[in-house]
């Protein structure tokens, strides 16, 4: 009876183990066994921007000062930016640093994901961000600067706004190609009949043509990390399974609230500062179609084992009975034990499919 529920234990834990072996093999961590159990099942697979669907080298492609000259307007961004995790903010810092300008001090730094930086440089309150997140406090971005804003938005371009105190100083412009894998990936995603669902800070202008280059299905703009969640909640309310990918810690809502969390590599989110971690860390997004293949094969291996397991019952009721001293059915403990063996033996040969 020992052996039998042993095996029944082994058949159940077996596959997972293994398959939490195979995956690690592949740069896959898992965290979260059960998870795979899931993965399968997923019908939407939600994403941010950044580096799932980029390459992720922003560089600087315009400066627009509206007072100033644009080496001072990226002198005073890149000092407010400097302690910046935002993809945004570190390439402003090296643009500034590779042409050796000499940056001012900064004190009183303070990061709000998905919207921007906020500093004091030289005791003058700069902000550096998106703009509507800089109107909500009461910003002066003039005509001439908002016409600029709409221009590079169409091109695909991201803009931050650089301010000081409550007046919109100019414009930087930054652009991140769009990667080759991640519309591999995408078409990959449909082929296995899987909703596209793109969670993005960015302003519709610049979403709109996203959506349009690499076909995704639904496209959500202007979002704040917790309206990554509730778009996360709103399609899990419809009954879907939702698998949300992310980088950065802005995706950590959309993260929390997934049927399935999966965290790519290079991003501001490291795995050991978090307290609840996703279910997956992947070296790449790619790597989330290993995962379901794998997972398939985790699903087949579990069923299998599960009826092996309840047929393996079988031997308990005449093992029991062969205690009496003439029993109905002459069946020893030494043929129990070695049928036990037997279903354990093949559920192990079956798990092994994961290795």
């Excluded at 990226?74 to 390439?91: K, Q, Y």
């Excluded at 100083?169 to 519309?183: E, N, P, T, V, Y």
């Amino acid at each position: 009876m020992l052996i039998a529920l042993f095996n029944a234990v082994l058949a159940k834990r077996l596959p997972l183990y293994l398959a939490g072996r195979r995956l690690s093999k592949l740069g896959v961590t898992l965290h979260k066994p059960d998870a795979l159990k899931l993965v399968p099942d997923v019908e939407v697979v939600a994403m941010s921007y950044n580096r799932i669907l980029t390459c992720n080298e922003y560089r600087i492609t315009d400066i627009v000062p509206d007072y100033a000259s644009q080496n001072a307007l990226l002198t005073v961004a890149a000092s407010a930016e400097r302690d910046a995790e935002n993809p945004l903010g570190r390439a402003i810092y090296a643009t500034a640093i590779s042409r050796a300008f000499r940056l001012r001090k900064s004190t009183d730094f303070k990061e709000l994901p998905g919207r921007g930086v906020e500093a004091q440089v030289d005791g003058r309150l700069i902000r550096v961000g998106d703009s509507r997140w800089l109107e909500t406090l009461g910003t002066d971005i003039n005509t001439r600067l908002r016409t600029k804003i709409d221009q590079f938005l169409v091109k695909g371009k991201t803009v931050v706004v650089v301010c000081t105190g409550r007046v919109a100083r100019g414009l930087i412009a930054l652009k991140d190609d769009f990667s080759d894998d991640a519309k591999n990936f995408l078409a990959e995603l449909k082929i296995n009949k899987m909703e596209t669902l793109l969670l993005t800070a960015v302003p519709k202008k610049m979403a709109n043509r996203i959506g349009k280059e690499f076909l995704i299905d639904h496209v959500r703009t202007n979002l704040t990390p917790e309206g990554k969640a509730r778009e996360v909640q709103i399609f899990r309310a419809k009954g879907k399974v939702v698998a949300v990918i992310g980088s950065d810690v802005q995706d950590l809502p959309a993260l929390s609230n997934a049927d399935v969390s999966f965290m790519t590599a290079g991003g501001s989110l490291k795995s050991a500062e978090l307290e609840v971690k996703p279910d997956f860390e992947l070296p790449k997004p790619e790597s989330f179609l290993t995962v379901r293949a794998l997972a398939s094969k985790v699903i087949d291996a579990l069923k299998l084992n599960g009826r092996l397991a309840a047929a393996q019952l079988v031997l308990i009721p005449p093992a029991l009975l062969s205690i009496l001293e003439s029993p109905p059915i002459p069946f020893g403990h030494a043929a129990a034990l070695a049928g036990a063996i037997i279903f354990g033996a093949i559920i192990a040969a079956n798990s092994l499919r994961m290795k």
